[in-house]
């Protein structure tokens, strides 16, 4: 643990253990989230799915990479993971919701989406009209719980960020990195369901990561470089 690096942060009025708190959770729902899309990309077909499915993996890529960014910081400031990945999930600091399962009898499809914690009446109500839009065959509405999950994370970011402005410069330059990724992230899904016009262009390789990338101690690069 780099001790003179955590001194400064302490010696800066920042709360460390409110400050490792943030973290481990938004570390949790960037690992939920790259699970949860995992499965999703896996169930992106036909005409709708086929055309998320390259914003999904950017995001999925991401998403992991987020978490990998993080793990670091939140042991150089004395903290560290929770040892059991039930407890990880549970303090994740966003929602999470799953995809409508397959029965394995019949081959019929039931809905299965919720929040594991977190989540507010906003999404909640985003939760209860995506199980009616499974049940009714419309994806539109899950995709609007990803734009919810998207703007959680932006939330996150901002409020760590307006923490340590100013005070812990290298946990704000990361967080500053990911938000802009996670806004990005937003501007896609938001422009699928075609709420508005965005900037949105395709990453030139998958989960590229321009903002975080430099954080990240093992390459991702998939593309050789």
Known sequence: MPKVAMQMVEQSGIDVKELV???????AAEFTTYYYYTILRANAIGFE?????????????????????????????????????????????????????RGRSNGSTSARVGFTSGGTEEAKEAVSEVKQGIEQGDLRPMLQVLVEAERC????????????????????????????????????????????PSGHFRR????????????LVVPHSHNGK
Do not use: Q
Not at 204 to 215: D, I
């Open 21 to 27: 708190d943030k973290l481990v959770r938004a570390a």
């Open 49 to 101: 799915g086929e055309g998320l499915k390259e914003i999904i993996e950017d995001a999925r890529l991401e998403d992991r990479n987020h978490f990998e960014a993080l793990v670091p910081r939140i042991y150089e400031l004395g903290g560290e993971l929770p040892r059991d990945i039930r407890d990880f999930s549970n303090v994740a600091a966003c929602p999470d919701a799953y995809l409508p399962e």
């Open 153 to 196: 994370a932006i939330r996150v970011y901002t409020d760590i960020c307006n923490m340590t402005f100013g005070k812990d410069h290298r946990t704000y330059e990361l967080s500053l990195a990911i938000l802009n990724e996670e806004i990005e992230h937003e501007a896609w899904f938001s422009e699928f369901l075609g709420e508005g």
């Open 204 to 215: 030139g390789a998958p989960g590229e990561s321009p903002y975080t990338s430099r954080f």
